[in-house]
């Protein structure tokens, strides 16, 4: 689906379906009827793993699909040498259309807009209560790139053994997120069981600041993660082994996906719209009708503030609106 703002990897590059058409017919390239389905599980420097039928098959893009991205989540089509063996490679010739796409606008060290995950229905946001302390803004962020995406936010609080969650559950209440909190010490059927139960039937991606033992979890959730990557880790210039790509991973018997990201740092969110981020905010919503062209909710005009005035909605639901959407003007860190 087409997102609003500008994107670098999208298939809507100028000219190309029209220069396509008028191709004479025995020129054009094959349907591909033939392409098996594939679900993307990690790209490396242009390597495409995907599962086909159970079989996990190497990939490269096809030249025809020009620009478009290839991305963890992403259902493909995928042609030539399925067996899966080692050294054997093929083809990736279309991405099918994405239910979500996770994006994050370019920052310093990257000056591209990126879709992270293709496909993830919820986003899971994981935080340690300590150790390293817990940043709010980064939350903050991570839950408006959530909302902006249409994924459902999960605040996952690790760490449970070093401090109480109550501060940060207070302060994310009016938001009214899911939320579960979990401790290594304790991890046990009943704690692993219950973060399975929030991800049944889901494709979560997984995000965090490095330290906050998403590892650790993730591990817990997907016992046979080791095998699966080993390939995906590269060592460093400082020598430290650091997962270059997402990596989805199935959750026991088939219920779910967890999509596993590099640790991160910012979440640029240039590219999000506040009309879009509102919709995750039902209650505010009608109220919005009559604000100002491209309002940013939090100007004299914008009529939120009549709407919560005259008891439409909660103070503190605008109040945790706003915060959210102030964070797109601030970097983490500030
Ligand atoms: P990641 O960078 O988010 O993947 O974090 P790791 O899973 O590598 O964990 C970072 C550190 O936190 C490691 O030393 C873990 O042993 C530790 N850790 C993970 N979970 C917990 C927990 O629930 N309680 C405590 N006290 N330490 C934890
Ligand atoms: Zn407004």
Same mark, same amino acid.
């Given at each position: 689906? *087409?997102?609003? #703002?500008?994107?670098?990897?999208?298939?809507?590059? /100028?000219?190309?379906?029209?220069?396509?058409?008028?191709?004479?017919?025995?020129?054009?390239?094959?349907?591909?009827?033939?392409?098996?389905? #594939?679900?993307?599980?990690?790209?490396?420097?242009?390597?495409?793993?995907?599962?086909?039928?159970?079989?996990?098959?190497?990939?490269?893009?096809?030249?025809?699909?020009?620009?478009?991205?290839?991305?963890?989540?992403?259902? &493909?089509?995928?042609?030539?040498?399925?067996?899966?063996?080692?050294?054997?490679?093929?083809? &990736? &010739?279309?991405?099918?259309?994405?239910?979500?796409?996770?994006?994050?606008?370019?920052?310093?060290?990257?000056?591209?807009?990126?879709?992270?995950?293709?496909?993830?229905?919820?986003?899971?946001?994981?935080?340690?209560?300590?150790?390293?302390?817990?940043? /709010?803004?980064?939350?903050?962020?991570?839950?408006?790139?959530?909302?902006?995406?249409?994924?459902?936010?999960?605040?996952?609080?690790?760490?449970?053994?070093?401090?109480?969650?109550?501060?940060?559950?207070?302060?994310?209440?009016?938001?009214?997120?899911?939320?579960?909190?979990?401790?290594?010490?304790?991890?046990?059927?009943?704690?692993?069981?219950?973060?399975?139960?929030?991800?049944?039937?889901?494709?979560?991606?997984?995000?965090?600041?490095? #330290?906050?033992?998403?590892?650790?979890?993730?591990?817990?959730?997907?016992?046979?993660?080791?095998?699966?990557?080993?390939?995906?880790?590269?060592?460093? #210039? *400082?020598?430290?082994?650091?997962?270059?790509?997402?990596?989805?991973?199935?959750?026991?018997?088939?219920?779910?996906?967890?999509?596993?990201? /590099?640790?991160?740092?910012?979440?640029?969110?240039?590219?999000?719209?506040?009309?879009?981020?509102?919709?995750?905010?039902?209650?505010?919503?009608?109220?919005?009708?009559?604000?100002? *062209?491209?309002?940013?909710?939090?100007?004299?005009?914008?009529?939120?503030?009549?709407?919560?005035?005259?008891?439409?909605?909660?103070?503190?639901?605008?109040?945790?609106?706003?915060?959210?959407?102030?964070?797109?003007?601030?970097?983490?860190?500030?």
């Amino acid at each position: 689906m *087409r997102r609003y #703002g500008k994107h670098t990897d999208e298939d809507d590059v /100028p000219f190309r379906p029209s220069r396509r058409n008028t191709r004479p017919r025995t020129h054009r390239r094959p349907a591909h009827e033939d392409a098996a389905e #594939g679900f993307v599980l990690t790209v490396d420097r242009g390597r495409i793993t995907c599962l086909v039928d159970e079989r996990s098959v190497t990939a490269m893009k096809a030249r025809e699909l020009g620009r478009k991205s290839v991305v963890v989540g992403d259902r &493909v089509a995928v042609v030539g040498d399925l067996s899966g063996k080692r050294d054997t490679l093929a083809r &990736v &010739v279309r991405v099918e259309e994405r239910s979500s796409t996770l994006r994050r606008t370019a920052d310093d060290d990257d000056p591209f807009e990126r879709v992270v995950v293709a496909n993830a229905d919820q986003l899971a946001i994981v935080t340690a209560l300590a150790d390293p302390e817990p940043r /709010p803004r980064l939350i903050d962020r991570c839950l408006v790139a959530a909302f902006d995406a249409g994924l459902e936010p999960l605040l996952i609080l690790t760490k449970a053994d070093l401090a109480s969650p109550e501060p940060l559950l207070e302060t994310y209440a009016p938001l009214g997120v899911s939320h579960v909190v979990t401790s290594a010490e304790r991890f046990d059927e009943t704690s692993v069981g219950a973060v399975l139960q929030l991800l049944a039937g889901r494709i979560t991606a997984f995000v965090g600041h490095s #330290g906050v033992g998403k590892t650790t979890l993730v591990n817990a959730l997907v016992p046979q993660r080791q095998r699966a990557t080993g390939h995906v880790n590269a060592v460093t #210039g *400082r020598g430290r082994h650091t997962t270059v790509s997402a990596l989805a991973l199935p959750l026991p018997d088939a219920s779910g996906w967890v999509i596993d990201t /590099p640790g991160v740092r910012s979440f640029g969110l240039h590219h999000v719209d506040p009309a879009r981020v509102i919709h995750a905010f039902p209650d505010l919503a009608p109220g919005a009708v009559d604000c100002p *062209r491209a309002c940013s909710h939090d100007e004299p005009d914008c009529a939120l503030d009549a709407w919560v005035a005259d008891g439409h909605a909660d103070p503190q639901r605008l109040y945790s609106l706003r915060r959210l959407l102030a964070t797109r003007e601030r970097h983490e860190g500030d």
